[in-house]
């Protein structure tokens, strides 16, 4: 099992619509969770973060977290052709070598149909 | 203010062959990550400096060193350059306090072809 895992899509959303992401994580432990959006060779740029079981609104972004369920989400409203990019979902974990490290999914393409 | 910044944005060296990467954070960030990523995968975490010392390093071979300087700054340096070593290698600066919840910060990322 991957630590962290995403499908890798694309993903097809029309504009105006709800764009749901997905990602399960491997360590029950993991207590901070992030969404990176990364725009085609650009660098990952921070979007949200999550720490708490429940939901985190920000704007046209909702972050969704269970940790029973090992599962974060992350939903976009109102989509925009300026959200087509991927989405990397990031969660700390433990090493091997006993420290923390973020560790990131493969990411989710997602792709705002005018 | 200036963010992240990495020199140089692209690099082309062969087999074996050396090289250096440099990371200049965001001011008042005390703490440098370095991270690979091939295309269509996501980073893959490789070291974490705070305060010039090593908090962390990911799966990767001995070839890959960094180190952090008093000003926070950091270089990457990986040796004996192999094919698979070509990839877009990302610094990552962050406040560096105590506790995980630590928010990343990337920079441009430099591009590393090896021939």
């Known amino acids: 099992q991957k630590e962290v895992e995403q499908n890798s899509g694309p993903l097809s959303v029309p504009e105006g619509a709800i764009a749901s992401l997905n990602c399960t994580y491997s360590d029950r432990v993991s207590q901070s969770f992030f969404w990176y959006r990364q725009y085609s060779g650009k660098s990952p740029e921070l979007i949200m973060s999550?720490?708490?079981?429940g939901d985190k609104e920000d704007g046209r972004f909702t972050a969704q977290l269970n940790k029973a369920s090992q599962y974060v989400s992350l939903l976009i409203r109102d989509s925009q052709p300026s959200d087509s990019a991927t989405y990397l979902c990031a969660v700390n974990l433990i090493s091997n070598f006993g420290n923390e490290k973020l560790t990131f999914g493969t990411g989710t393409r997602l792709t705002i149909i005018p | 203010d200036a963010g992240v910044t990495q020199s140089p944005t692209h690099l082309i060296k062969t087999r074996g062959q050396q090289v250096t990467l440099r990371c200049s954070p965001i001011s008042g960030h005390k703490s440098v990550s370095w991270y690979q990523q091939v295309l269509g995968q996501g980073p893959q975490f490789i070291f974490q400096?705070?305060?010039?010392?090593?908090?962390g390093r990911g799966n990767f071979p001995d070839r890959f060193s960094a180190r952090q300087f008093p000003n926070y700054s950091s270089e990457l340096n990986v040796n004996a350059l192999l094919l698979g070593d070509s990839a877009l290698y990302l610094c990552?600066?962050?406040?560096?306090?105590?506790?995980?919840?630590?928010?990343?910060?990337f920079g441009s990322g430099t591009q590393l072809s090896v021939l």
């Open positions: 999550i720490y708490s079981n």
């Open positions: 400096y705070y305060e010039k010392e090593e908090r």
């Open positions: 990552a600066s962050s406040l560096g306090g105590a506790g995980n919840n630590e928010k990343l910060f």
